[in-house]
């Protein structure tokens, strides 16, 4: 521990030392006696010492090095905290810039994970006054920059619910309010240049840059976000900072959505890029959020065609937040484009069938229920959208792929729809009547297990079928015109229904011994004995919606069997009633 004479004598040799002749000890030195101050609380004597004229070579020299001891404290939010607060001030705007950036941006790299958001705001105004000092290769200063600060702010856990954001627990939200503050002198030099002739290569480096910075904000935290416009949070405040600053710096924002393909510059991962575009269109188009500074030249088939690669890309997560995007995108994209106009080709589109796939995974597989009901909601009025041949294509395509019983029920029920808008005079079409209905019919009247089918699971399509069979066979007049259609569809209908009474018969039979077994494993008592002398028992086989039967308490699993035995009977009264009108209507031809 040196006394006070000793320090008084390094530093009048510091005084008198060339700054090249400095050595790396003394550098060492100026910052022990730096640190030792702050332990000390001596923060009046050390910012005296800063700010003494005759010390300013030194400090110019050697300042560098006491900086993240200052911001440490400053952050630690330790007694003398103006004093802190000054001398960091005094080093920024004395010390060289470069060499402050240096080691600003090491500051940053080694953040304190417990500090994140309390360090980036404490450094954040003098961050910004020595780039301001920079001459040469601010851009890339302040590309490096910012890329820095958003790493490290990633790292924090993005707000989702309202009251989250309030609280701001990690503060994620102030740090976001600050780097817009931080980023405005950038965005007012870009302002005043662009445009101009004289503007520089390091003029437009620095417009990059800016671009670089919104785009990864986008993507996070802006996409992990909840963001709606009836509520100003922070991060909405955010969004529309980030938005104003594209407009701002003169970024085309069709060239951004829609000809990304044609820039030069590579901005980031392809993957992340495709994310935060895929959060622009959601921010301009669902938000509105400076939709003014969109040209409307645009038609809104154009538009939805080039968003649905934006909605399959945020269709694709299992988040909620991207889930909640994608549909909301979807919906209003799908908003303004006529009714029964989507031509057929669109639907070859690799982003249409990617977009339909995955709506139909959300639709069965999502287990957030608001989700699902939006999901349902979207999927109808894309179907409205579509034109009578697109719409046969993509019933059929659902058909063949969706392996679901109720996606493939839904379809069967807009089957119906068309079936009977067809019907009505001027709107006959050879989709939903002639020829092509039969293609269609084939795939809704049949069971692809034959009489292995499990008809529990299939139950929704089956009834379906069945009522829709039913409703073509009392309104046939228009299908008996063509009599190669018609006999077509009786023959399919009579295969459909001798195949399906045979399967009823044989699920009858199993449930109903199912129900036999559990009525006397009930009466008996005697769960263990019978898991031991059944230990391959039925029932284990059984699934309803996803769980196992065997999963289910005994009460639940008599209840299940009953209803099934119920479905069985409601399925055969719909053959009977189908056979009944097959014969009516024989008997009035004859």
Known sequence: MMNEDQVKEIIQRWRNTQEDDLKPEDYQQF???????????????LLKFIQDEKNQVIVKSMGCVILAPLLNEVVKKAKGLDQYQAAI???????????????????????????????????????????????????????????????????LPVPYTEQQEEADEYGLCRCSAALTVFTEPFVEEVKRTDGNCAATAEDEELKIELLKFCMRSLREPLLEAELKHDRRSPLWLFAVEIMVTLSAIKEPLPELLFFSSLRKNILMDNNQFKEARACLAYLLFVQLITIDNFPAV????????????????????????????????????????????????????????SVTQNLRRVLTDCPIQHLRESGLQVFQVFINKLDAEAKHKFFRCMLKTSNHAGIESYIIKNIRNQFELSMKWGNANEWFLGTEFISLMTLVLCLPQGAQTDLLSSMDKVMESLNLLRYVLIRDEELRTNEDVWEELCRIKEEYLKMLRVCISISRAYYSS?????????????????????????????????????????????????????????????IVRIEEITEEKQNKLN
């Open 89 to 155: 001030t005094h080093l920024t705007r004395t010390c060289r810039p470069n060499e402050l950036l240096d080691c600003m941006l090491e500051i940053i790299e080694g953040i304190d994970p417990g500090a994140i958001s309390e360090t980036i705001l404490a450094l954040l105004p003098h961050l910004q006054s020595v780039l301001l000092r920079l001459d040469e290769g601010k851009a890339a200063c302040v590309g490096s920059t910012l890329s820095a600060l958003q790493k490290q702010l990633s790292r």
């Open 31 to 45: 910052k022990t006696l730096g640190c030792a101050s702050l332990s000390e609380g001596e923060s009046q004597q």
């Open 298 to 353: 645009f038609s809104h088939v154009f538009i939805l065609q080039c968003n649905m690669e934006y909605i399959s890309q945020l269709l694709s997560s299992k988040k909620e937040s991207h889930l909640l995007k994608g549909l909301a995108l979807f919906t209003k994209s799908l908003e303004r484009v006529q009714d029964n106009s989507l031509p057929v080709s669109l639907l070859d589109l690799k982003s249409f069938y």
């Open 514 to 574: 199912e129900l036999k077994a559990l009525r006397e494993d009930q009466k008996l008592k005697a769960k263990e004995a019978r898991d031991a002398a059944r230990p391959t028992k039925l029932v284990k086989s059984i699934t309803v919606r996803k769980e196992k039967v065997s999963n289910m308490s005994p009460e639940v699993q008599h209840q299940v069997l009953q209803s099934a035995l119920v479905t069985f009977d409601l399925m055969e009264s719909l």
